[in-house]
């Protein structure tokens, strides 16, 4: 009974106690190659170092998702909002075409869009940061560092703290 009690407190304590994850993009996902609006391959990394000194909201998002476009007015309202963070759509539309005619269709003519060529299952950078539903929200500091791992609503509370202490 006593094993049992003790397992039991165990199990329970890691299931609430927080994660620490990574402030840092992994080695695989900074490889990871997507595709520029103009049809070119370009790397995690380089599409990173773009925002060197800037605060970088990330949107995981796809054309086809209905929560995804359901934010985009939302969105508009944060980058309207917060003017010194930069804006990067990532999509995970199941082809370029769609993508495109996505992005006009709900008319995100603001931030950058790139496409991930390996798509959700195969993307290294979906398994590093564990995407598990989109939209997807991540924040990163000036430095470069995850500063906001997950959020899926443009109104979750951690998410707007982020970006206000991200403000100068």
């Known amino acids: 009974m ?8 165990v199990v329970a304590f890691l299931l609430t106690c927080p994660v620490v994850r990574s402030q840092e993009f992994s ?6 190659v997507f595709l520029t ?15 060197k000194g800037k605060t970088l909201f990330i949107d995981v ?4 998702c209905k929560d995804c476009i359901e934010s985009v007015p939302s969105l508009r309202k944060l980058k309207e909002q917060y003017t010194d963070v930069a804006f990067l759509f990532l999509s995970l ?4 075409e769609g993508w495109h005619k996505g992005r006009e269709k709900h008319q995100l003519d603001y931030g950058d869009h790139y496409f991930i060529k390996a798509g959700w299952k195969g993307s290294a950078f979906c398994k590093s940061i ?3 539903w989109i939209p997807r929200y991540l924040v ?4 470069g560092e995850i500063i906001l791992h997950k959020a899926i609503e443009t109104d979750d509370k951690q998410l707007i703290n982020t970006l206000n202490h991200s403000m100068p």
């Open 2 to 9: 006593k094993k049992i009690f003790v397992a039991i407190f």
């Open 27 to 32: 080695k695989e996902a900074l490889s990871d």
């Open 37 to 51: 609006t103009d049809g070119k391959d370009i790397s995690f990394a380089e599409v990173l170092e773009k925002y």
């Open 61 to 64: 998002w796809a054309s086809w």
């Open 93 to 96: 539309d199941r082809s370029v």
């Open 130 to 132: 564990e995407l598990d």
């Open 140 to 143: 990163v500091n000036p430095e």
